[in-house]
C-alpha cells in the first residue's frame, strides 16, 4: 500500500514541476509569479507527505532527481539546452 503511495506522489511532484516549467513560457509577470510560487509551495507539501512514508533525506534526493530531471526536459524542449542529457541517464 505505501509504495502505491509513494509512486502517486512522485508522479503528482513531476506534474507539479511540469507545470511550473510551462508557466515560464505563458501568464503575465505577476500571473506567472502567483503560479509558479503555488506550484512550488505544493511540491513542497508533497515533498513533506513523501517524508513520511521514506524518510526526508530519500524524500529530498527524490524531488531534487525530479527537479533535474523536468528542468532538462524543458530546457531540450524550449531550446535553452544544449539537448544533450547527462551519460547515464536514458535520456527523455
Known amino acids: ?9 512522485l508522479k503528482q511532484i513531476e506534474t507539479a514541476y511540469e507545470a ?17 510560487n503555488a506550484r512550488m509551495q505544493h511540491i513542497g507539501e508533497l515533498g513533506h507527505k513523501l517524508s513520511l512514508y521514506v524518510g526526508s533525506e530519500q524524500a ?4 531534487l532527481e525530479i ?13 535553452g539546452g544544449s539537448g544533450n542529457d547527462e551519460p547515464g541517464d536514458g535520456g527523455d
Not at 500500500?1 to 506522489?9: D, F, Y
Not at 529530498?60 to 524531488?63: H, I
Not at 527537479?67 to 531550446?79: A, E, K, N, T
Open 1 to 9: 500500500m505505501a509504495e502505491s503511495e509513494v509512486a502517486r506522489l
Open 20 to 36: 511550473a516549467l510551462r508557466g515560464l513560457r505563458g501568464l503575465a509577470c505577476c500571473a506567472r509569479h502567483d503560479f509558479i
Open 60 to 63: 529530498m534526493t527524490a524531488v
Open 67 to 79: 527537479h533535474d530531471r523536468c528542468v532538462r526536459r524543458y530546457l531540450c524542449h524550449d531550446g
